[in-house]
């Protein structure tokens, strides 16, 4: 089974950029399709990223597309999230996900990881 760790989150100010990394173990990591969801207080969780296990098939939420970049590196068993010109309204714990494909995601049949914090202050 897959285990995710992300890293690299904290605060940051309106337009401000920041680099999510999730570090996943298990030799099945280049098979998974991955991805990147967020929740924020009182609401649900979003969908906001996700890649391929070939790493050129990508899709992205409305709400991020032109500011947010997915990308893997299959040899570091990493998935990254580069986001750029964040927003307050991007606030939120971002959560790593692995599933065997990007459909997947939105079912149990899924892992994830523990989640970081984001901060966007205005």
């Known amino acids: 089974q897959v285990q995710l760790v992300e890293s690299g989150g904290g605060l940051v100010q309106a337009g401000g950029s920041l680099r999510l990394s999730c570090t996943a173990s298990?030799?099945?990591?280049?098979?998974?399709?991955m991805g990147w969801f967020r929740q924020a207080p009182g609401k649900g969780r979003e969908f906001v990223a996700a890649?391929?296990?070939?790493?050129?098939?990508?899709r992205y939420a409305d709400s991020v597309k032109g500011r947010f970049t997915i990308s893997r590196d299959n040899g570091k068993k990493t998935v990254y999230l580069q986001m750029n010109m964040l927003k307050s309204e991007d606030t939120a714990v971002y959560y790593c996900?692995?599933?065997?494909?990007?459909?997947?995601?939105?079912?149990?049949?899924?892992?994830w990881g523990q989640g970081t914090q984001v901060t966007v202050s205005s």
């Open positions: 996900t692995a599933a065997r494909t990007i459909a997947a995601m939105w079912s149990l049949e899924s892992y």
């Open positions: 890649i391929g296990w070939s790493g050129g098939s990508t």
């Open positions: 298990g030799r099945t990591f280049s098979n998974y399709a």
